[in-house]
């Protein structure tokens, strides 16, 4: 089992989304530079959707261009949601996606306001139209629908052999709504590494049951080395009143740093990039450790990179 673990920070764009004030833009640009001195190599940095929608979101060039300029040797990923997006992703000159579709079709609706059938045909195109593009799927509500609840496991096969038969290899299982559970993750993870041995899945996990730590390393004991995660657990979902935010990564940093694995992010940077979003963005963290001393003096969760 490998012991390199790849951590995505997704909280410049599923963390900042989510809150309704309007967060300016240096003021972005320094949490990703800060993140990225943190030793964070994959960010998701903004999404590409019409500002009417999100208008978090508006100054996405700025801040793509800010990344691609000052920090050549990161990945950086950005969201899109239909065709639209992945046209402005080339021309922005961005290199890696994340292409989104909800198992629950619900939820698809509700949340980018296509059907199935819609966002694969989108997907389709995309493939076609932009071959240089490097796309990661993100299949939301895999573990549950605020909708519907429990989703269906077929619905799901069935989208990622539409990815896979494109050739794209990279799929994030997304527990939306943070309801998932250990047993549930690695049953759902053996069927899918059974169906597709030869794709990259990886586990975007949220914590509104506080099991989002235990459903990663349910994920990482099922082979899983590739998660997202979200600086002092930023995010939620709007069709979710109430869910927690994502997995923080401080909490994930520490976690699998504390178990002799390799991140090669600190966890102290990473509570200082905590510490600074508290001051100026949203005073409301759910991360543990944001909220709790370290005890680093001592070396139980010192940086064992």
Known sequence: MSKIIQITEVGPRDGFQNIKS????????????????????????????????????????????????THPDITPWVLVPNGRGAQLAQDYQVKNINYVVSVSPAHNKANINRTHQESLED?????????????????????????????????????????????????TLCDTIGVANPRQTARILQTVQLKFPDMDFGLHMHNTHGMALANMLAGYQNGITRFETAVGGLGGCP?????????????????FNRMGLHTGISVEALLKVSAG????????????????????EFDFCGDKK
């Open 123 to 171: 997907l389709y195109k995309i493939r076609h139209a932009f071959p240089a593009l490097n796309i990661t799927l993100s299949l939301a509500t895999v573990f549950g629908c605020p909708f519907i609840g429990a989703t269906d496991v077929n619905s799901m096969l069935d989208i990622i052999k539409f990815a896979h038969d494109l050739g794209i290899n990279r799929v």
């Open 239 to 255: 069709f979710a009143p109430g869910a927690a935010g994502n997995s923080a990564t401080e909490d994930a940093v520490n976690m």
């Open 22 to 69: 309007p967060i300016p833009t240096d003021l972005k640009i320094t949490v990703i530079d800060n993140l990225i001195d943190a030793g964070l190599k994959h960010i998701e940095i903004t999404s590409l959707v019409s500002p009417k929608a999100i208008p978090q979101m508006a100054d996405a060039q700025q801040v793509i261009r800010h990344v691609l300029n």
């Open 277 to 296: 979003i508290r001051e100026t963005i949203e005073p409301c963290l759910l991360s543990s450790l944001s909220r709790a001393r370290t005890y680093s």
